[in-house]
């Protein structure tokens, strides 16, 4: 079994920054695809970003693009997620989720392990 943690979440104002980290447990963490997802309240849980085991292979909802990047360090089984130009509606409960196959799968049902989420409040 895979156990994630997040942290990093708190509150900003509108055009700040917060970086998210996800610390991973498992010695084959190297091997696994890894994503974001947020949740708004009332909202159905939405894709933010993934990245393949090697980071040879990185894609972000179109939305988020130039404002989000995804990194991971193998070595400290953790990945990241830096936010910029933090907008109110970036708002939501964010989740670090992994899978163990070699594709790059943008949907939460194709995910196998998730994080307990860490809360994200921008404000205007």
């Known amino acids: 079994q895979v156990q994630l943690v997040e942290s990093g979440g708190g509150s900003v104002q509108t055009g700040g920054s917060l970086r998210l980290s996800c610390a991973a447990s498992?010695?084959?963490?190297?091997?696994?695809?890894m994503a974001w997802f947020r949740q708004a309240p009332g909202k159905e849980r939405e894709f933010v970003a993934r990245?393949?085991?090697?980071?040879?292979?990185?894609g972000y909802a179109d939305s988020l693009k130039g404002r989000f990047t995804i990194s991971r360090d193998n070595a400290k089984n953790t990945v990241y997620l830096q936010m910029n130009s933090l907008k109110p509606e970036d708002t939501a409960v964010y989740y670090c989720?992994?899978?163990?196959?070699?594709?790059?799968?943008?949907?939460?049902?194709?995910?196998?392990?998730w994080g307990q989420g860490t809360q994200v409040t921008v404000s205007s």
């Open positions: 989720a992994a899978r163990s196959g070699i594709g790059y799968a943008a949907t939460p049902t194709q995910y196998d392990y």
């Open positions: 498992g010695r084959t963490f190297s091997s696994y695809t």
């Open positions: 990245i393949s085991w090697s980071s040879s292979s990185i």
